[in-house]
């Protein structure tokens, strides 16, 4: 089970008030307009999802087209746990036309099963990626009778363009829940069909997940948590408003890219918020970690050790020199072991605020707790510093200027 260790001279502690937050929290968590924490034990999306992979699982290429939410989730779940053996993966999240020029150069459309994800149905970068990707298909002869073998929808389940199309293409269309924002979305069929494509097993996902729900939703257990969350908030209140995360793995890359929008998307309000930096080891020890070990105190750091590896290699050389010599003896693991002890020992003692959270193996339960336990954190600590977690208006004003800015130019 995940778990963690604060280092600090900030004394993590729960105020009084403790009983009234973990009241607020339980009921802002069980209402019907949130139903993130829910998620992992509700069958039905994974169900569905299920049967659509059975539809699709011969296509060779998975296109899976969307961005923010609707996207950093399932790149970050493939990243850490997909093989690609069977299905080749492309992500179209971004307009750089560059890119997808790049990108669509190495894709057999005629192959490809597109993935289109979008709770809106409206989202200008997502329509783009769609249009081109229904011209590609022109080009090869397959027109809108046939666009139900290649198209795949996640939408929402009334509103938008794209629940409108799906009926008219007759192209089959997953949902995502009215009450789960992109952001919160990946344990839904936004993450399970590409993690069907790529051999990860939703189901031990979920059960990961289920795990941190029952911690959760217990009072005494859960108390750590809640510590944590205050911790944070004063850290917040004393000016200490940047997170680093830092996982040492590369597989977990990934991951901080998911966190920094979950994070700065769901807090960055009102004034309030606090910066997520992401890091990953030992990479970054060469390069952010000078900032972080004696640049302004004013982050935290969340540091990620994963206890055991799936791989490892013996050093074992007989090359002359000295460094040589000295890592004979081990393993890689090993060393990665004792970059993340001396980073760790250096940071407590220059007085810098982390939390050491601890990982036994990095596999479907283990991402699958650090999601759910990643979200209820961020929701948690919005609701303590008196934000809305759920919305994006900051984002939305971007969306519609563009829109209005594109309209001016017609
Ligand atoms: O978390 C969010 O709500 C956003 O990042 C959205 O996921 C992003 O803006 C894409 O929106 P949509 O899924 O509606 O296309």
Redesign the pocket.
């Known amino acids: 089970m995940l778990n963690w260790k604060i280092y600090s001279h900030f004394e993590a502690k729960l105020t009084q008030d403790f009983d009234h937050i973990f009241k607020i929290y339980q009921e802002t968590i069980n209402s019907p307009e949130v139903g993130f924490f829910h998620l992992p034990t509700n069958q039905i999306l994974l169900k569905e999802s299920l049967e659509v992979y059975e539809c699709f699982k011969h296509k060779k290429h998975f296109i899976h087209v969307?961005?923010?939410?609707?996207?950093?989730g399932p790149e970050m779940f493939i990243k850490a746990l997909g093989s690609e053996k069977e299905t080749q993966f492309t992500f179209l999240n971004n307009i750089d036309p560059d890119e997808f020029h790049r990108q669509l150069s190495t894709v057999n459309i005629k192959d490809a099963l597109i993935f289109i994800?979008?709770?809106?149905?409206?989202?200008a970068?997502?329509v783009a990626a769609m249009s081109i990707l229904a011209n590609e298909l022109a080009k090869v002869g397959i027109y809108e009778n046939q666009y139900s073998d290649y198209f795949v929808f996640c939408?929402?389940p009334v509103k938008?363009d794209l629940r409108k199309i799906s009926a008219q293409w007759n192209v089959k269309t997953l949902t995502?829940p009215a009450n789960i924002?992109?952001?919160?979305?990946v344990l839904t069929p936004v993450g399970f069909l590409p993690m069907l494509f790529a051999g990860i097993n939703p189901q031990k996902v979920l059960k990961g997940a289920t795990e941190i729900q029952a911690y959760l939703s217990d009072k005494t257990q859960g108390k750590d948590f809640y510590q944590l969350a205050f911790w944070l908030r004063d850290l917040h209140d004393q000016g200490i408003r940047q997170t680093v995360l830092m996982p040492y793995s590369s597989r977990l890359k990934e991951f901080s890219a998911w966190y920094v929008?979950?994070w700065a998307?769901s807090l960055g309000k009102n004034g309030k918020g606090m910066t997520p930096i992401p890091a990953y080891g030992a990479t970054d020890q060469h390069s952010q970690m000078q900032l972080f070990m004696e640049g302004p105190n004013d982050k935290t750091l969340f540091l990620f050790e994963i206890e055991k590896f799936f791989h490892d290699y013996e050093l074992k050389n007989d090359i002359s020199g000295q460094s040589f010599k000295l890592l004979s003896p081990f393993k890689l693991s090993t060393l990665m072991k004792a970059e993340f002890e001396g980073t760790l020992a250096a940071l407590i003692e220059n007085k810098r605020h982390v939390v050491h959270f601890k990982l036994p193996k990095l596999n479907e339960e283990s991402l699958g707790q650090l999601v759910l336990f990643t979200e209820c954190l961020t929701a948690l600590v919005g609701k303590i510093l008196d934000i809305d977690p759920f919305n994006?208006p900051g984002?939305e004003a971007g969306?519609k200027y563009a829109y209005e800015w594109l309209k001016s130019q017609s």
Request: proline share 0%; hydrophobic share 25%.
């Open positions: 969307g961005i923010g939410g609707s996207a950093l994800v979008s709770k809106s149905g409206t989202t970068e997502t939408t929402d938008g995502i924002g992109g952001r919160f979305s929008q979950l998307e994006q984002v969306k």
